[in-house]
């Protein structure tokens, strides 16, 4: 019986498209594809509602390229990009709420690959605390229902 309970968990599981790993500090998936497309179905999730990239930050790049300076020998990713960008509506409400959280934007969702992981992309993004007032605790709420929906769009 639990042989067979086991085999049908893992059928059920096999159609989940992606891991996901929340702690207090970040949300993390694990998703199968190519770096190239997983983040082009990120920035697609975030311009197609009517945000703008204002930066990619390329930190894959910059570690190989700055390793070598520092005599680091070790690959930490094959690829990984963060991009940051802001909601104007979202961003006011949370800024409004208290000028002070303007610690928490821009917003950033990272995408990476690790070596020997073939065909898994990681996406991840920072969460909010939750701090301050009612009215700033709800804000902040919104920032993350935001970062959730868009990499929903992504790894679902």
Do not use: W
């Not at 920072?126 to 605790?137: A, H, I, T």
Request: net charge negative; charged share 25%.
């Amino acid at each position: 019986m639990r042989a067979l309970l086991l085999g049908v968990l893992m059928v059920a599981a096999a159609g989940i498209p992606a891991q996901a790993e929340t702690l207090e500090h970040m949300k993390h998936y694990v998703v199968d594809g190519s770096f190239e497309d997983i983040r082009q179905d990120v920035e697609m999730a975030i311009t197609d509602r009517g945000m703008i990239i204002n930066n990619v930050s390329h930190i894959g790049n910059m570690l190989a390229r700055t390793g070598k300076d520092i005599g680091a020998a070790r690959q930490i990713y094959v690829e990984a990009e963060a991009l940051e960008f802001c909601s104007a509506s979202i961003s006011r409400r949370m800024m409004e709420a208290d000028p002070h959280n303007i610690v928490f934007c821009p917003y950033i969702i990272a995408v990476y690959t690790l070596p020997g992981e073939k065909d898994k992309v990681h996406v991840a993004f920072r969460r909010p605390l939750p701090v301050g007032n009612r009215e700033s605790r709800a804000a902040l709420q919104a920032v993350e229902k935001l970062l959730d929906d868009i990499v929903a769009d992504v790894v679902e």
